[in-house]
Each structure stands twice: as C-alpha cells, then as structure tokens.
C-alpha cells in the first residue's frame, strides 16, 4: 500500500489516503471522495485530470495532454499515473471548482428569479390550481385519566378526525406513532398535527409541541453536471431557501454512458448513488434548511426532476439497459416512494416524487420543463430545447407534442476542448472578434480583474461565431487567415489564441484549435440535426415555428444570434427565442406545491410521442449534412453571412 497525500490548491484541508499498487491517482481520488475533474471517467481522451507531482515518484507515459515543460513541472494526467511508492500531489483549484463555484441557472441572479416567477404566474393563469392536500391543525386533546384510559393513538384520532369536515378515516404513520407519546405530555396535550387528507383520508404524518411548526416542500433539479434545489413553504409557496452544488457524480464520468459503465462495475451501483444522494443532495437539503431555520423533518414533499439516466443512479436501479438496444429503462414512472425508502433527508414518510420519463434520453427534467414552457397550452408550433451536457427536444402545441434527444456530447460543458473548463470562476464565458485586428475582447466567469482559465460552453459558441464572422475560418472549421493570433504548431494545425500565457491565470496559453472546432462543429450539428429530422418526419421545417424556447445552464449565457450564425439553432426571426431558465427547476416546483401540477405532467408524459435518432435512417445523412459552418445548405441560413 502506497500514501498519497492530496493537497489541494484552494488551500482546503490535505488528504491522506492508502491506495493499492496498481491503482492510478484518479482511482484513489475517487475512492478518498477527492474531487478531480474527469470528463472521460479517466480513459484518457480528455486531459481535463491535471495534478502536480510534489514529492515521491510516479509511473506512466507522458501524454499528448501535458507538454515537455509542464511535464518536467510536476503535471501529470492523475488517470493515467501510479504511484511508484509514498507520493504527494497537488490538486489545481480547476479541477475542484466545478463542485461549489459552477455558474448554473440556479435562482443566484435577478434575472432568473424574475424569469422562475413569472413561469408560475404563467401556469397557473393556463389554469393548473397550485394547491395540495397537505393540512395542519392545532388540536387540544383531554388528558387520560384511571377513568379515561384511551390509548394516545386513539385519542389522537378522534380529536383529528373532529377537526376537519368531511373526514372518514385516520391513519398514523410510524413516525408519528413513534414520536407521540413524549409529545403529548411535553405539550400538555396540546399539539399540531400535520399531514395530507386525501378523499376523507387524514394521514398524520407529524406531531409538534410547536403550534405554528412550518410546512415545507422542496423541489430538485438534478443535472448530469450540476444540481440546484430549493425549499417552500407549501402553503404560500414562498420560496425560503436555494441552493446549487457540482453532481458528486462527476468524477465518474461527464457523461451518462461514462456513468452507467461506472455503475456496472463491482460496488458501482452503491458507488454512483451515495456520490449523488450523500455527497450531494445530503449536505445541498441541509444547508437549505438551515438557511431557512427549520429541520429537514419539516420537509413534507419533494419534487425531483432528472433525466432517465440520473433517476436510476439515484434509486439505485440498474442502467445498462438504457444505454443498449433496444433502450429500454426499468421505469418510466415511479409513485408511492417515501423519504425513508431512498434514506433522503426529510420527514420520514415525505413523499419524493419523480417527474417521469417519456424515453431512454428524454427524462422527467424534460417532461417537467415542457410543462412550464406551456407548450401544451398553445395553438401555434413551439420547439423547447434544453441545452446541458446533452440536447433534448420538444415540438408541438396543444394537439400533440414529440420529443427527442440528441448526443451532443460534453462540448457545451467544455469537455473534448483542449482549453474548455465548465464555466467557473476564470472560464471565458463570451468573445467579440475586431475583423481587422484579430485581438479578442473577452468576458470572463468570476470576480473583475479575474484572468482567463479556459473557455466554457457559451465561450465555445462565441468564438467560432466570431473568427467565421471574422473570415477567419473557414466553413470547414480551418484556418484560412494569419495574424499574430493565429499560430500553428509543427504539424501545421491552427489555432486561434484567446490568452498568451501572459495574460492567462495559470501561465498557460488559451486557444481554440481546429481539432476543438471540429469537434463543437459535431456537437452544434448533432443539435440542428434533431430539429430537422423531428420536423421533417411531420413534413415541416423551421418556418412553422412561432416560439422557440432555451433553457438548462448553458442557455443562460448563449448569444442566440451567434449560435445562429454556427448553424446550431434554426434561422428565423430573433424575436422568436425566448429564454426560459431552468425549467427543470420550475416544473419540480410546481410538482411539489400542486397535486394538479403533478397530474398535468403525468398526463404530457403519457402522450408525448418519443423519437429515438439513434434508429432512425436519416439522421446520419442530416448529422454530416450539418458538420459544416452553418451548415452544406447554405440556403437554411440566409443571415449567417462572412465579413
């Protein structure tokens, strides 16, 4: 057994773990919960897993990812490296940062929270009621006595059902069996009862001593990369607490098929769920709560909407199924689930509702998002689209909906991008190109005066954008101009420099190659692709749409009409793109606060048609057709012109 001791470059409290001969760094990473950045799940394709070597040595090739001088620096790829005995490594502050300081659309900003309220106003105007069943009462029971010998059950029950018109029955959960009789006589017999009745059945879920004890929901948006929640009172559904943290998931992997083989591994299932139930959600419940000053016991409902993927590592139900032909997941729908079933830190007999899924790629973080862009409430064609570490697809109105999802890849999230990073602090999150100069002018993810790290999802869009608006790319993505911004290496592969190593935070040229822009190219066309085929498999195009409707994290920071010119969104009037936020977010909130919420989504889902791409003959034809700026039909994109 061999020590590795990981210092962290944030200054955070050093770790020391015992790793197996054999094991890589990454796998001991993993195994002390030390958070390092491993988009790929550690095969070695993206670079991303960067650590200094500080003392000790170490085993392994040196890489294409790590140059001759950051290599006899210390760096190594902690993947592909194994200690050859005690060793000490320094973990960059860039390859932790994803787990706190990730800009996502997470309620932070005024903006979004305007945009999260005026999503509820809008549905309930469509006319879904926000009300539940959820009831509390204050009930002064008589105190037994040798003459009155009434169990405390019994007693309970009967002053409960007197409470509340039209109740036929009552029932107790344990946890409240459990809890009564200390209760009871703390208070003098004087308690609140909370709970849910439901066609004359009052189930108490609680007791208090308090009398004004709070009623509370939460509602969850677990992404593949991040997750945000926050906490309501659900009565008035005033939002008391949020909360946003990194997916503890994704040191096994940026994307789902990375986690679903992780899952398949020895200790996996237990591994991919404790990573998103304790590591994540765990400590984001809790430190809600205590924000809005109440324990998670008073958490009746929660509401969590995920893809299909993300819904089965939380349960802890077998994946692989999703990721093989013919596709098919354990569930789609799962009801009746408590608190105490999946051990999730709230009243023990709290409901957790899961917005449902609808295919193996279009989950409840879908259903629950075209719930709220109100799609169904609509004469005109609308296309919703969620941009994330993958791209799913709605397309109807009031009569029908269909939906897709398309592999887009981890470039949005900045993975397969040499200099890409998720968009924390010092990523390059926009980019305006002078045409005569070449020089940049970047907009940069942090505090003012913060220097570039690397370049995020909206960055990415920016500045492909820019150097084909510049003419200095050309539609195949290649370098056709020189400046003292562009430079090749000795294979003669171009490259635009966004920083000199002067400029960047970490000593370290940022550039965007032409290797990097092939690839975005495959994931902008992996998006415009699945538009084309859904509405072409309807004999439509592009100018049926009335609304066009962006969210998810990236979707916050896009410039429509850059991504536009890329060919990544279709060419129409800009009036027509509307940002939505989080509507995963949204949908769950509303799931949580309204028993008809829940129904109306349960009821989309069950009708909205799912496309599988992967089947489907044509898409390849569309994918290639769409690998060019903006695309081989030059006549789909009329405004994207070069200057």
């Known amino acids: 057994m061999y020590e590795i001791t990981f210092q962290f470059e944030n200054g955070a409290q050093e770790v020391k773990f015992s790793a197996a001969p054999g094991s890589t760094i990454l796998e001991a990473a993993k195994s002390a919960n030390v958070a390092i950045d491993a988009p790929c799940n550690g095969n070695g394709s993206c670079g991303k897993c960067r650590v200094k070597l500080v003392s000790g040595e170490v085993t392994g090739v040196q890489t294409g990812h790590i140059s001759d001088e950051d290599y006899a620096a210390g760096w190594r790829?902690?993947?592909?490296?194994k200690p050859a005995g005690d060793i000490t490594v320094l973990v960059p502050d860039i390859a932790s940062a994803y787990q706190s300081r990730m800009k996502t659309a997470d309620l932070s900003s005024g903006e979004e929270i305007?945009?999260?309220?005026?999503?509820?106003?809008?549905?309930?105007?469509?006319?879904?009621?926000?009300?539940?069943?959820?009831?509390?009462?204050?009930?002064?029971?008589?105190?037994?006595?040798?003459?009155?010998?009434?169990?405390?059950?019994?007693?309970?029950?009967?002053?409960?059902?007197?409470?509340?018109?039209?109740?036929?029955?009552?029932?107790?959960?344990?946890?409240?069996?459990?809890?009564?009789?200390?209760?009871?006589?703390?208070?003098?017999?004087?308690?609140?009862?909370?709970?849910?009745?439901?066609?004359?059945?009052?189930?108490?879920?609680?007791?208090?001593?308090?009398?004004?004890?709070?009623?509370?929901?939460?509602?969850?948006?677990?992404?593949t990369t991040t997750v945000t929640g926050v906490l309501m009172d659900l009565k008035t559904?005033?939002?008391?607490?949020?909360?946003?943290?990194?997916?503890?998931?994704?040191?096994?992997?940026?994307?789902?098929?990375?986690?679903?083989?992780?899952?398949g591994k020895p200790g996996g299932v237990k591994r991919l769920q404790d990573a998103i139930l304790k590591e994540t959600l765990l400590p984001l419940v809790a430190a809600m709560c205590k924000s809005a000053g109440v324990p998670v016991?008073?958490?009746?409902?929660?509401?969590?909407?995920?893809?299909?993927?993300?819904?089965?590592?939380?349960?802890?139900?077998?994946?692989?199924?999703?990721?093989?032909?013919?596709?098919?997941?354990?569930?789609?729908?799962?009801?009746?689930?408590?608190?105490?079933?999946?051990?999730?830190?709230?009243?023990?007999?709290a409901e957790i509702l899961l917005a449902p899924n609808i295919g193996s790629y279009v989950g409840g973080d879908i259903t629950a998002g075209a719930f709220t862009s109100l799609i169904w409430d609509k004469d005109?064609?609308?296309?919703?689209?969620?941009?994330?570490?993958?791209?799913?697809?709605?397309?109807?109105?009031?009569?029908?909906?269909?939906?897709?999802?398309?592999?887009?890849?981890?470039?949005?999230?900045?993975?397969?991008?040499?200099?890409?990073m998720r968009a924390t602090d010092g990523a390059v999150e926009s980019v305006k190109i002078d045409k005569d100069t070449m020089?940049?002018?970047?907009?940069?993810?942090?505090?003012?005066?913060?220097?570039?790290?690397?370049?995020?999802?909206?960055?990415?869009?920016?500045?492909?954008?820019?150097?084909?608006?510049?003419?200095?790319?050309?539609?195949?993505?290649?370098?056709?101009?020189?400046?003292?911004?562009?430079?090749?290496?000795?294979?003669?592969?171009?490259?635009?420099?966004?920083?000199?190593?002067?400029?960047?935070?970490?000593?370290?040229?940022?550039?965007?190659?032409?290797?990097?822009?092939?690839?975005?190219?495959?994931?902008?066309?992996?998006?415009?692709?699945?538009?084309?085929?859904?509405?072409?498999?309807?004999?439509?195009?592009?100018?049926?749409?009335?609304?066009?409707?962006?969210?998810?994290?990236?979707?916050?920071?896009?410039?429509?009409?850059?991504?536009?010119?890329?060919?990544?969104?279709?060419?129409?009037?800009?009036?027509?793109?509307?940002?939505?936020?989080?509507?995963?977010?949204s949908g769950a909130y509303a799931m949580a606060r309204s028993d008809c919420a829940v129904d109306k989504v349960d009821e989309l889902a069950s009708n909205m048609t799912y496309m599988e791409l992967s089947t489907n003959p044509r898409y390849m034809d569309e994918f290639v057709a769409a690998c060019f700026l903006p695309h081989t039909s030059r006549e789909l994109f009329p405004s994207s012109i070069q200057e």
């Open 237 to 263: 559904g005033t939002l008391t607490a949020k909360a946003s943290a990194g997916n503890g998931q994704i040191r096994y992997g940026a994307d789902v098929i990375n986690r679903i083989v992780e899952q």
């Open 77 to 81: 790829l902690s993947c592909s490296t």
């Open 439 to 585: 020089e940049p002018t970047l907009g940069i993810v942090g505090p003012e005066g913060q220097k570039p790290v690397g370049i995020c999802g909206s960055g990415i869009i920016d500045v492909i954008a820019e150097l084909y608006r510049t003419s200095i790319i050309s539609s195949k993505g290649q370098f056709v101009r020189e400046g003292k911004r562009v430079a090749h290496d000795e294979h003669g592969m171009g490259r635009y420099i966004l920083a000199t190593a002067a400029e960047s935070e970490t000593g370290r040229e940022i550039s965007i190659t032409e290797v990097d822009i092939d690839s975005f190219i495959r994931a902008k066309a992996a998006i415009f692709s699945a538009i084309n085929i859904m509405l072409s498999s309807l004999d439509m195009d592009v100018s049926v749409l009335s609304h066009v409707y962006v969210a998810g994290g990236i979707g916050s920071g896009i410039n429509m009409e850059n991504a536009v010119r890329i060919g990544m969104l279709p060419d129409i009037d800009r009036e027509l793109f509307e940002y939505l936020g989080n509507t995963s977010l």
């Open 114 to 223: 305007a945009i999260f309220n005026q999503l509820q106003q809008d549905v309930q105007a469509a006319g879904v009621d926000f009300t539940n069943d959820f009831v509390q009462a204050v009930l002064t029971l008589d105190e037994p006595t040798l003459d009155d010998t009434m169990p405390d059950t019994e007693r309970l029950a009967r002053f409960a059902q007197d409470a509340f018109d039209g109740c036929t029955e009552v029932r107790l959960t344990y946890h409240t069996v459990k809890k009564l009789a200390k209760t009871l006589r703390e208070a003098n017999f004087k308690v609140q009862i909370t709970g849910t009745l439901t066609d004359g059945v009052l189930t108490i879920m609680d007791v208090s001593e308090k009398e004004d004890a709070p009623l509370y929901g939460c509602a969850i948006d677990i992404g």
């Open 297 to 349: 016991s008073r958490v009746f409902r929660v509401c969590i909407a995920s893809n299909t993927t993300m819904n089965h590592l939380l349960l802890g139900v077998d994946a692989n199924p999703v990721r093989m032909e013919p596709y098919i997941p354990t569930f789609f729908q799962w009801r009746g689930m408590t608190a105490k079933d999946l051990g999730f830190p709230a009243n023990p007999d």
């Open 380 to 420: 005109e064609f609308s296309l919703f689209i969620d941009l994330g570490t993958n791209g799913e697809l709605v397309f109807g109105n009031r009569d029908f909906m269909m939906s897709c999802a398309c592999s887009a890849g981890p470039a949005f999230e900045g993975g397969d991008i040499s200099c890409g």
